[in-house]
């Protein structure tokens, strides 16, 4: 890119950021600082804003440049995550949405200490909604800097590193000033702009193909170098039955992880009942299903136009496909077009990082404020407000999560948003299933469901070849990895459900079945709702 092209990408940049720092500004402006404003943002939301929220919110940068990067590189095995995304919102709808609105007020924890003693409970569910959250920030702070990098001219190092720190800098602003309602109005204009970007590429591939899918397949085939078997699985999952095992662990954890991500779930307290918050499930369900099916066109176009050994030699993970193929789309390069195309795509893109990594950093801090803190703070210390404990939080998780997104910087967002998923179907979802379904459930029963998947999923990606013993992990020099797949659901799901039945069957507590009757009417009518 020449100076004026990054010019002029910097510059919707610097709108987009000071459009987003002027909604903050306004809504800070007009909060209360209650709890309820901070966390839920009054819950005065109506279910299209909220689907459009939530849109925002679930398509991230592991949608936009992850997933149609992979395809770009590996044909049939990168749907994957297309088809895993979208599915998981049928396990949302169906499970989780209308009930987790009725039985909680702002955090996974509310809904499990219900019934149960509340201390240990919100200690262990705020441990790993902190730990999902941080794993999924990472996955933004990468695709941030694959792409402000490539706008820069290059994979300069130093680039990369300022963006993580530039973006982890903005979400903190966006949590600490303007709370859920300015994240939330930020994640329906970034779903908006997402959506039209989207649209646009969609229509200008197909066009550039006459509207033939069948040539845009055969073309991307053919300069894939892998032919025919471009177009079939096994490219990337299919090798051995290792592979095999992984392309399973990893439709588990995607299909299955939804329903257990913080700021999806804190997203259904933003409104006023539990149907509104059904009918918030279903918006998002149209525009994120016409999404994924459009990132799939957008993925083979890569191939085909650009050439996976291009995307490579940009990203080695594919997460530029989606610019280059903008810049190809509107003529090349040093062309107007091109560059107009090209700057408007990845100033959408960045959008997407910054409303997506505000969403989860109010989540996590959040877990912190509302969980962590008010159960281990003592009465005879200072107390601080939740607020202001989750502002000082989300700093904290900033700081975190730029570290690990300047060590991480090399793997494919896409890939990282699954590690997280995974961890999220092993920790929070089993847990979130027996409080809302299981009459005998108890508390160490929850207790051990959420460290029985969270220890396990975190301990086996530490010790798989995503951290060492392989040339893309994040330290290749060393070799210490002794589980062979790179996604741990297939294993650490089951464990976190097993070890809720185990702590359940040996607990010398017996159930309370009056608070379960109590629960199970408040989930099923809304009877008591915050």
């Known amino acids: 890119m020449t100076g004026d092209h990054q010019t002029l990408a910097l510059v919707l940049f610097s709108v987009f950021i000071a459009v987003t720092l002027g909604i903050t500004t306004w809504v800070s402006r007009d909060r209360h600082g209650s709890a309820e404003e901070f966390y839920a943002g009054g819950r005065l939301f109506s279910p299209l804003e909220n689907g459009f929220a939530i849109a925002g919110d679930y398509m991230s940068a592991a949608s936009f440049l992850g997933i149609s990067g992979l395809i770009a590189l590996y044909g049939y095995d990168g749907m994957l995550y297309s088809v895993g995304f979208l599915v998981a919102w049928l396990v949302v709808l169906l499970l989780v949405a209308e009930l987790v609105r009725n039985c909680g007020r702002f955090t996974l924890a509310d809904v499990v200490a219900a019934r149960m003693s509340e201390r240990p409970v919100r200690i262990a569910a705020g441990t790993s909604s902190v730990a999902v959250s941080v794993l999924y920030l990472v996955a933004q702070m990468v695709g941030a800097g694959s792409l402000v990098a490539l706008l820069l001219g290059g994979t300069s190092e130093a680039a990369r590193s300022w963006t993580v720190i530039g973006v982890g800098a903005l979400m903190v602003v966006y949590v600490s000033l303007g709370g859920m309602r300015a994240t ?23 066009f550039r193909f006459h509207g033939d899918v069948n040539g845009l397949l055969s073309a991307a085939a053919d300069r894939s170098g892998h032919g025919r078997d471009f177009l079939g699985p096994g490219l990337r999952y299919g090798g051995d039955w290792t592979a095999r095992l992984d392309f399973i662990s990893l439709g588990i954890a995607l299909v299955l992880g939804t329903a257990g991500l913080p700021h999806i779930l804190a997203r259904f307290y933003t409104v006023p009942t539990a149907r509104a918050a059904r009918r918030s499930v279903v918006w998002s369900i149209g525009l994120i299903g016409s999404f994924y099916l459009m990132t799939i066109v957008l993925g083979f176009g890569a191939a085909a136009l650009i050439g996976p050994a291009e995307v490579r030699a940009s990203s080695a993970s594919g997460n530029t496909a989606i610019p280059l193929l903008a810049l190809d789309l509107g003529g090349g390069a040093g062309s107007t077009g091109g560059t107009v195309l090209f700057a408007v795509v990845a100033a959408v893109a960045f959008a997407t990082i910054l409303a997506v990594v505000a969403g989860i950093t109010l989540a996590s801090s959040a877990s912190v404020a509302h969980d962590l803190y008010s159960s281990l703070r003592r009465r005879h210390t200072k107390q601080y407000s939740e607020v202001t404990v989750a502002r000082l939080a989300a700093a904290v ?41 299981w009459r005998k459930f108890t508390t160490r029963g929850a207790v051990w469901s959420v460290y029985g998947g969270l220890v396990p999923a975190v301990l086996l990606v530490l010790l798989s070849p995503v951290v060492s013993g392989s040339p893309e992990a994040l330290f290749p020099g060393v070799d210490f990895h002794v589980f062979p797949l790179q996604n741990p659901g297939v294993v650490s799901i089951p464990l976190g459900f097993l070890a809720g039945w185990i702590g359940t069957v040996t607990s010398t507590e017996p159930p309370d079945e009056a608070r379960h009757a109590e629960t199970e009417v408040r989930a099923l009518t809304g009877a008591g709702a915050a």
Do not use: C, E
């Open 397 to 437: 998780i900033g700081a975190a999560a730029i570290g690990l997104g300047l060590l991480a910087r090399d793997l494919n967002v896409a890939f990282l948003v699954g590690l997280a998923f995974a961890v999220a179907a092993s920790a929070n979802l089993p847990v979130l299933l027996y409080s809302l379904f």
């Open 184 to 206: 939330t109005w930020i994640q329906i204009v970034k779903a908006v702009l997402l959506m039209a970007g989207t649209i646009a590429l969609t229509v200008l591939v197909l």
